[in-house]
């Protein structure tokens, strides 16, 4: 029982006082009476109320369907969605929202209905290409419990698509890569006839047969003069195919002269200079008071320099040249970095390192226990188990872990197939789908120690840091004792316990004093706080901060560099533009400095024990790189040989190109507009280094140009043909719409889906279960006080 007014209970002070008064005058049972009824009008003043819960279910919920009628959807049935519609309508409150034409909004019609009180029906092939984004506005909908329902249409025939990705400005004689994408609709047998045209020109044909979804086919091509060129390419399917417009593609492409590099180093023969010089204008020499002058250079590169080999004059301008735009990269080797007495030095102060030793960031081994038994699907929690377990794996902090997943219901399994590495990217992305596929048991029972069972038998024989989340909608009364008992065997092993409670209706979370098992478990491993336990509301994520795992032991003071064995490299930001066309599976290098990233950098290649090989960051205008292993040459060194050749010296070229930064001379009239889509305007930007009126045509028509920075002018453009445009001798394609790009069912918005709480279907299981799903999940628990 609580008290709406507790401070009218003050009153009771007065009132004693003066009945005492009064009884010992009169001392009377009428008196006694008199104070008795007193006593009560104050409680009553006090208004006394108890809260109590109840459940109200929505029989006719609000719901939203939005009906996907726009060109891609073509391949489907004309009218998808509109026996549902019918249906829904009949039986509950249902808007119909109607998407036509030849753009997709679905993120705009997400975020304008969610947050409401509706439930959103998305009847599509989720591929949404204008608006709002669609995974922010799905993350919109979670947060605004929100249940979105996706409702895949049955494909009725087969579509394909084509696109060309690569560099549009390339650099002339050098060979270029780009990937043809061929993207079919369904996921049977294909086969098309695929024809790449350079400059107009046939250059390469070959028929071709697809079983998977996507196809990518890497070319190579070379331009031996400047200016405006061109790649098309056009694919002729053998069977169903219901679109031609995007059966063919075009790319412009310009191409210019080799960027200015300077190359300090006292191996001018080393593997490093032949990859620079190979690709481009590469001034090489002994020496930094040899380089006549720098800043004519895009980058500048220092090979395995110790730090006396600089003036502090020379040190200065270095920082002035990549203040003002210039790229810098280091590489290391048996007189830099840690070798070279760069610690505490004026030169450090510009690189994205300091050179002493890192932390040790491996030797983590996690695992994710996660509840996968009914309960979590009648409590609508299954979606924020899995969406949270997503969440975690995602984490930077755990790039370098071993992670394995764990699955319980009634039984306990391994989900993952033991411990696997983080570092690698298609190791994640495979461990990702296998939780977001997870469904429950048949059975009724949550068995937690069975979870925690099969998790101390993972640990067993592991060293470094361990550590072990639960995910659960905590309804796990039938196995607790069991439970405790497991989990307490895994802190003595030294496992470091978490409890993620996702909170829901079920009655299984509660003993009859309202305590929560899952809080109860905790607190006897005396590991109650809010770190160790989280409570968090569906919708939510939880934040865990990992302890720190212990440091590798230091470097002797002695400066002497020892054979040490191999070390396989791993890409740790595989999506930045250095890291994006390299792979380096069993790529392994013999050395490297000891390095330790600043607060800011960021770290793109490491060893697998998680020492920095590749490490980036903008310096004021410039950007730098510290490339910690050596030139692949060296005296009793040649640490990294390996990645100088073949595919390897992506690495170093996409390093370049990084710290290049725009490649084309700051001279003349520079135009920059990107290639687009029939209907998506191209926003160009002309810079003029040198005096002169800025003029622009574009297939002969005058351009409006507004000035909008130092030299800098922009406009839009928006051709309303497809092909190769001309703006002044600077080419632009325009492809078919955008629209037509991506064709067939996205998969990847699902496991979004099932995060907001809502379900996926075909169009048969939506007639007969979405309205019972969106009844329960109108369900929603209110307090009303009884006085």
Known sequence: MSLESPEMLLLIVPLIIAGFYLLRKTKTKLMEWRMLVALLLVLALASPYTTVTRTINEEEPSLVLVQDQTASMGIFPEEAGTDLYESLTANTPT?????????????????????????????????????????????????????????????????????????????????????????????QSVSYFLEVFVDGELSQSRQFTQDARNNTIPINQAFTTLGAHNISVKITPSGEDLNEINNEFFKSLYVIPKPKITLITGETGSPLAKVLSSLYEVSVVNGYSGAENVTDSKALVLDNQYIDSFSESEIKEIKNYVSNGGGLIVVGGDTA?????????????????????????????????????????????????????????????????????????????????????????????????????????????TSLDQGLGVAKQMFEGEDGELDAIIISDGGIEDSYDQSVQVA????????????????????????????????????ELGLGDAQHYQHIEMGDRANIVFEE?????????????????????????????????????????????????????????????????????????????????????????????????????????????????????????????????????????????????PQLKLNGAQLDLALTGRNTYETSVNPVNIGIHDISGYPLAVNYALEYLEVGHNKDIEPLILATGGKIYTEKEARASLLKDARQNSERESDELLA
């Open 95 to 187: 808007t119909l929202v109607q998407l036509t034409g030849e753009k997709t909004t679905l993120g705009d019609a997400v975020t304008q209905y969610s947050g409401l009180g509706n439930q959103i029906v998305l009847v599509t092939d989720g591929n949404s290409n204008s608006g709002k984004d669609l995974t922010e506005a799905l993350e919109f909908a979670r947060d605004t419990d929100t249940p979105v329902y996706l409702v895949r249409p049955e494909l009725e025939t087969n579509d394909l698509s084509v696109e060309v990705l690569g560099d549009k400005t390339v650099v002339v004689d050098n060979q270029n890569e780009f990937e043809i994408v061929v993207r079919q609709a369904s996921e």
């Open 549 to 693: 795992t212990s440091e590798a032991p230091e470097d002797s003071e002695e400066e002497e560099i020892e054979d040490t064995g191999s070390y396989l490299l791993l890409e740790y930001s595989p999506d930045h533009f250095i890291t994006k066309g390299v792979n380096l599976t069993s790529t392994t290098i013999t050395g490297y400095n000891q390095v330790t990233p600043k607060a800011g950098a960021e770290r793109l290649v490491i060893t697998v024990t998680g020492q920095p090989v590749l490490t980036t960051w903008r310096f004021g205008l410039g950007r730098v790189a510290a490339f910690t292993t050596d030139n692949g040459e060296g005296e009793g060194t040649r640490w990294a040989s390996a990645l100088y050749n073949g595919s390897n010296s992506k690495l170093i070229s996409g390093t370049a190109n990084w710290a290049i930064g725009n490649p084309q001379a700051e001279e003349g009239a520079v135009v920059e507009a990107p290639d687009t889509w029939l209907g998506t305007p191209s926003d160009l930007t002309l810079i003029m280094y040198d005096e002169g009126i």
């Open 337 to 445: 970095y840690n070798y070279g007495n760069y610690l505490n030095s004026s030169l450090e102060e510009v690189l994205p390192v300091i050179s002493k030793p890192s932390e040790f960031r491996g030797g983590r081994n996690l695992i994710l226990i996660l509840d996968v038994s009914p309960s979590t699907v009648a409590h609508k929690t299954q979606g924020d188990i899995l969406s949270n377990a997503v969440n975690i794996l995602e984490n930077d902090n755990l790039k370098d872990a071993n992670v394995a997943v764990v699955a319980f219901g009634n039984a306990a399994y391994d989900v993952s197939g033991g411990f696997v590495f983080m570092g690698l990217p298609h190791e994640l992305a495979l461990l990702k789908e296998k939780v977001s596929k997870l469904t429950p048991t048949n059975e009724t029972e």
């Open 488 to 523: 307490q065997e895994l802190k003595d092993m030294g496992v470091n316990l978490y409890f993620i409670h996702i909170r829901s209706s079920a009655p299984s979370q509660a003993d009859r004093t309202r305590n929560y098992y899952a809080e109860k478990l905790m607190q």
